[in-house]
């Protein structure tokens, strides 16, 4: 005899359990699949290859390759300020592109490129320190002070430590006519050696440390003596007897020794091996004279 409201009872109440249940994930279903339809995946950032550089007060952005970035889309900021505009940065900036500013006699330090997306979703693409001192600031980097008179650097310069800490430059040879900066003084490859991943990891490593390595060539980077007594003018010459576009120095020039033609142009000597006695101003190159610089200010 089955009692009411016992086993038949019993077998209904877990169903009704397991339907309410099944109702329920399905409820919580649709909430969580309509609350991430209204939120869009944020859109991915475009893949490119930037390279942030300078030579003296002219900051260069230079994109290597990937995707065009549309005008109004990325912005170049200076220590944090929008400075898009002065980079010329009202076009598309796609490969092979460069954007330029003359940064005169302001400081920069950091200079970064942000792209934004239509959601107004910021990237970092690239960023690198340049620190460039301001004219108020103890003297600009990028210029040498000759005879009371400021050269800007035209050749290519970077900063010691930051030339140690890219992984491009470890492990590979130290190219002719680049001009390092390191604690206040400028110096001048005028021999390519090789520099170790070790020493450029070490940021104690110095670029006297760096000649030590090479004792038989004596220093392969050159010290640039800003004094006059290495510093040649134009009226310190006269015109060879043989090739008008010879001029002999009225004293022996030695390796860094520096001349300023009567354009007001920088040019250095970069001959390791003998000293000369002549400058020959139509044939400038390695192991000669080379340009590095131009007058800034008189």
């Not at 430059?169 to 206040?184: A, E, K």
């Amino acid at each position: 005899m089955i009692l009411p409201g016992s086993q038949k009872d019993d077998a209904v109440s877990p169903v009704i359990g397991t339907i309410f249940l099944v109702a329920l994930t399905i409820v919580l279903i649709g909430i969580v699949g309509a609350a991430m339809m209204a939120y869009s995946l944020p859109e991915p950032a475009p893949i490119v290859g930037i390279s942030i550089g300078n030579q003296g007060n002219i900051i260069t952005v230079t994109q290597l390759n990937g995707a065009v970035l549309p005008a109004g889309s990325y912005t170049i900021l200076v220590d944090g300020v929008d400075k898009t505009a002065d980079f010329g940065g009202n076009v598309d900036f796609g490969p092979g592109i460069t954007l330029s500013w003359d940064s005169g006699t302001e400081a920069v330090g950091t200079v970064s490129v942000v792209y934004t997306s239509d959601k107004g979703v910021s990237t970092l693409l690239a960023e690198k320190r340049i620190g460039k001192a301001g004219s108020g600031g103890g003297g600009e980097l990028g210029v040498l002070v000759l005879d009371g008179k400021k050269y800007t650097i035209t050749s290519t310069w970077e900063q010691w430590s930051q030339y140690k800490a890219n992984d491009v430059n470890q492990n590979t040879n130290i190219p002719m006519n680049l001009i390092f900066y390191q604690d206040g003084e400028y110096w001048y490859v005028v021999q390519p050696n090789y520099l170790s991943k070790i020493d450029a990891e070490n940021p104690d490593f110095t670029i006297q440390m760096f000649n030590a390595l090479y004792p038989a060539n004596g220093d392969v980077i050159v010290n640039i003596d800003q004094s006059i007594s290495n510093l040649f003018y134009e009226s310190d010459t006269t015109i060879h007897p043989t090739d008008p576009n010879i001029r002999v120095l009225d004293r022996q020039a030695t390796v860094g020794a520096l001349y300023i033609d009567s354009n007001n142009d920088l040019y250095i000597y970069s001959d390791l091996i003998t000293p000369i006695s002549y400058f020959a101003s139509y044939y400038i190159g390695p192991y000669s004279w080379y340009k590095i610089g131009t007058l800034l200010s008189p």
